[in-house]
Structure formats: structure tokens, C-alpha cells
């Protein structure tokens, strides 16, 4: 049974001045409120989904832990020619309006960490933009960070949500995550560069 609600299912309690969000459609209003998602603190760490005013914030974000992991190997230039990050610039087009979530783990409101959530298709969803900075890998956040984004993908009305890695050498550590989160391989779903391909029952 399909629980996604549609934009015209509009939350009577919610109004645009409680918080500053890139328009929000009411599948996540509604989620958000009844299940206290809004703000999930850690000490002085919140885990909250994207401002537009941290667009290019979490672009830059991005980039340099993906830089840091391909340290030698990868040059901001070839980086930009790979992945244009489009997805992060208009994060309400490609998420937040189209059944999706873009999250941001924040200290004292610098983004720290990235995680989202992308329709493939009705049933479908996709784990997206999960980066940590090197200070907060290994603490458990990540693991919180994944939850919320389940929970919402199940709430939404997804079945399945898969993943892909560039390479398993280079991010053993995320794929030790993934495969304790209960992920386990699959066939290619795209034709991205990735070689690693896993898929989750939610």
C-alpha cells in the first residue's frame, strides 16, 4: 500500500515563519512535525534538513571530503567535470519537491556532515550524499543520520532503497556502515563511474 501524501495534502499547523526552508512540500511538513524529526540535537550537533541559504555551503562540503578521500588522484577540475552537484544546488527542485530529503549534520551551525534521500521510482529511493568531515566519522552519526533518512523513505512509501560506491578500497569505512545497516549488493542501476552497487529493504 502506497502512504506517499501528495502536495495538495497540506498541513494546517504548518506555517513558513516557524523555520526557513526551501519551501518544503507537505510530505515532509507533516513527517517532520509528527515524528519530532525537525531537530535531533547531540550536544551542540543537530541533524536538520537543508536551508537554501546552506546550498553552497553543503556543495563545498562535498567536494572537499570527496577531495580528501581521492587526495592525489582527483583535482577539484576533474571533480566538477564528474559530478556538477546540480542535485546540492537546487536541493528543493531534486529532493524536497520530488519525494526526497536532504539532510545536514550541523556544529554550531557548520555543516559537518551530508545525507539524503532521491525517488528512483515509485517504490524506489536512493541513498545520496552521504559525507562525514573526518572529526565526526566513527562516532554513531552517520548510523542516526541513516535512521532518519529510512524513516522518512518508509514513511514516504518506498520498498527499497539502494546505493553506490566509487570504489570499496577507498571507502571501506562507509561500506562497513552500509553493510551493518542491513545493505547487501546488487546488479548496476545506473551508468555512473561507481563499481559498487548495494540495496536495502526498508
Known amino acids: 500500500m502506497n502512504n506517499r501524501r501528495t502536495n495538495s495534502e497540506k498541513s494546517d499547523s504548518f506555517t513558513g515563519e516557524e523555520i526557513d526552508t526551501p519551501d518544503i512540500p507537505p510530505i515532509t511538513e507533516e513527517l517532520f512535525r509528527e515524528s519530532r524529526w525537525w531537530k535531533r540535537t547531540i550536544s551542540m550537533i543537530e541533524i536538520k534538513p ?74 524506489i529511493c536512493e541513498l545520496k550524499r552521504m ?17 532518519l533518512l529510512f524513516d ?24 562497513k556502515l552500509y553493510t551493518q545497516l542491513g545493505f547487501y549488493s546488487t546488479e548496476r542501476y545506473n551508468d555512473g563511474p561507481c563499481e559498487v552497487f548495494m540495496e536495502k529493504r526498508l
Open 50 to 123: 537543508i536551508q537554501q541559504h546552506q546550498f553552497e555551503q553543503a556543495k563545498q562540503f562535498v567536494i572537499d571530503v570527496i577531495l580528501e578521500f581521492w587526495q592525489g588522484d582527483l583535482t577539484e577540475d576533474d571533480l566538477r567535470r564528474l559530478d556538477s552537484m546540480s542535485d546540492i544546488e537546487d536541493a528543493r527542485t531534486h529532493y524536497f519537491e520530488n519525494h526526497g530529503l536532504f539532510l545536514v549534520l550541523l556544529d554550531d551551525e557548520k555543516i559537518v556532515g551530508t545525507g539524503a534521500i532521491r525517488r528512483l521510482d515509485s517504490d
Open 131 to 147: 559525507w562525514f568531515d573526518k572529526q565526526y566519522r566513527g562516532k554513531g552519526l552517520g548510523w542516526k543520520m541513516a535512521q
Open 152 to 175: 522518512f523513505a518508509r514513511q514516504a512509501g518506498y520498498q527499497k532503497v539502494r546505493l553506490d560506491l566509487a570504489r570499496a578500497e577507498q571507502q571501506a569505512q562507509a561500506l
